[in-house]
């Protein structure tokens, strides 16, 4: 043998051996989920398998978004770059093309040796930092190695389905939620589920060491899922929030119409939804949470057959909180803490399991810590902070505040606060709120006016403008 082919050969085999040293991640991502779960104190919410991985891992009682809407939370936890005026914005943000040059979290880890997948809603663009994905990024109704041939049905070919189909033209949509008539396999999230399994079995085969990305579109708008799931919560049994209603003295540029709803048949175009649809709505949304927690179950139960369990990083986030009336919002899009905080989970090889942290952290942090589990370099451009001492030591001294923000509202979440600053580009500061988690949890109660507050409110001024840091600010790939 020729000295170059036994040098490529030895390479080969020491990258492989390398490699298989390696952990496989799952992460799990889900559209629109709050921590409305009874692991996070729900207690009437059905959520027996997102309950079981809080139980085997770490919970994280404050994580927070950096921006709450999906495509820019996202490209800001896959790049672990913060969101800016010009970066991150909406919900159609595209993480290779508003950082450009920077490593995302599947591309660092394919070009270390794992095996990427992409199913389901992971980037807002299935297309997005596609260089990172071992194969193209797969969505419901996409031919997929080693999946079922099934396929979700038409719109229209199913009982809430077609009251939620989208009209041609995107002028409007349907109704915002119904009980369908379809299996779980035949939604998109059961589709999800079920090449997920199908690549669990295919990369138990390879042997090769995987990032598995699964991302779950419900509890997405609308809300339509089977009816065993509605029957999980009995008409009735569900309330209102206490806070139906605007905080006492809260900024006019906190509060939006909830336009996302708004082009659904059957809603209002403003003001507040009838109590009987509130209620639906609200009922719709627990359904859906329950919908895809049984799509999670069936995930984590092969991988538990297939015993991958033992030697898998298994990481569940929601990209940022949702509005179930409080305040009179609903979706996300504000900088309350409904719409700032998010689940977060992770169960890893090693570490004890069944525990909380009430340390902050957000969701920048998940780029660095599945880099640090993998035993991978951190690249230099990442902003976030690995959160792997907080898996050792939950009650370990962390980060002093959380910041994020939303079109002009820039937000941090302290330990007893929030405090929130709106911007006008020509005038400036607009505009404050500042709520006492001590006392007002629900932020109910704007108090960044009072008199006795006026140094803290100035403190966290300084503090958000400082931490945020400059607009654009990227170090060099």
């Not at 394919?110 to 992971?122: A, E, I, M, P, R």
């Not at 138990?204 to 708008?221: D, N, R, T, V």
């Not at 020509?426 to 404050?432: D, E, S």
Request: some cysteine; proline content about 8%.
């Amino acid at each position: 043998m020729k000295l170059s082919a036994f040098l490529l050969t030895l390479a080969v085999a020491l990258t492989t051996a390398f490699a298989a040293d390696k952990p496989n991640i799952l992460m799990i991502a889900v559209d629109d989920l709050r921590p409305q779960l009874k692991c996070y104190g729900i207690e009437h919410v059905h959520s027996p398998n997102i309950d079981r991985l809080a139980a085997q891992g770490l919970q994280f009682d404050r994580a927070y978004c950096m921006v709450p809407t999906c495509g820019a939370s996202r490209a800001s936890l896959m790049t672990s770059i913060r969101p800016a005026p010009k970066r991150f914005v909406t919900h159609l943000a595209y993480a290779e093309k508003e950082a450009p040059g920077i490593s995302t979290l599947n591309t660092h880890l394919k070009q270390n040796g794992y095996y990427t997948l992409s199913n389901g809603k992971v980037f807002h663009h299935p297309e997005d930092s596609a260089i990172g994905w071992s194969e193209p990024a797969w969505r419901p109704g996409q031919a997929a190695p080693g999946a079922p041939a099934a396929t979700p049905k038409k719109r229209g070919k199913g009982k809430g389905k077609a009251a939620a189909a989208k009209k041609s033209g995107g002028e409007s949509r349907g109704r915002p939620y119904a009980i369908s008539d379809l299996t779980d396999d035949e939604h998109s999230d059961g589709q999800v589920a079920l090449k997920t399994i199908a690549d669990l079995r295919r990369m138990k085969e390879s042997g090769q060491p995987f990032f598995i990305a699964a991302g779950f579109f419900k509890p997405h708008l609308p809300f339509i899922c089977p009816k065993k799931y509605w029957d999980l919560y009995p008409e009735g049994s569900l309330k209102l929030p206490a806070n139906y209603h605007t905080p006492k003295d809260a900024p006019a540029e906190s509060i939006h119409n909830s336009g996302e709803l708004r082009a659904y048949s059957g809603i209002p175009k403003s003001g507040p939804l009838p109590d009987d649809m509130a209620l639906e709505m609200i009922r719709g949304y627990h359904a859906c949470v329950s919908f895809t927690d049984a799509q999670i179950g069936r995930v984590l139960d092969e991988l538990d057959r297939l015993d991958l369990a033992k030697n898998t990083i298994v990481i569940l986030w929601g990209d940022h909180g949702w509005n179930l009336a409080e305040h009179t919002l609903w979706c996300k899009h504000s900088c309350y803490e409904t719409s700032m905080r998010v689940p977060l989970i992770i169960r890893a090889p090693g570490f004890q399991g069944g525990l909380k942290t009430g340390a902050l952290t957000e969701l920048i942090d998940v780029y660095p810590t599945l880099s640090e589990l993998a035993g991978l370099p951190i690249p230099s451009h990442v902003q976030g902070r690995s959160f792997v001492p907080l898996m050792k030591n939950p009650a370990a001294p962390w980060k002093e505040q959380s910041i994020g923000r939303f079109t002009n509202g820039d937000t941090i979440r302290t330990d007893t606060h929030r405090f929130t600053e709106y911007t006008d580009r020509q005038r400036g500061p607009v505009a404050r709120m500042l709520y006492d988690h001590r006392a007002d949890p629900g932020e109910n109660v704007n108090v960044s006016e009072q008199p006795a507050n006026a140094d803290l409110a100035n403190q966290l001024t300084q503090r958000l403008r400082v931490g945020k840091g400059k607009d654009g600010d990227l170090p060099k790939p």
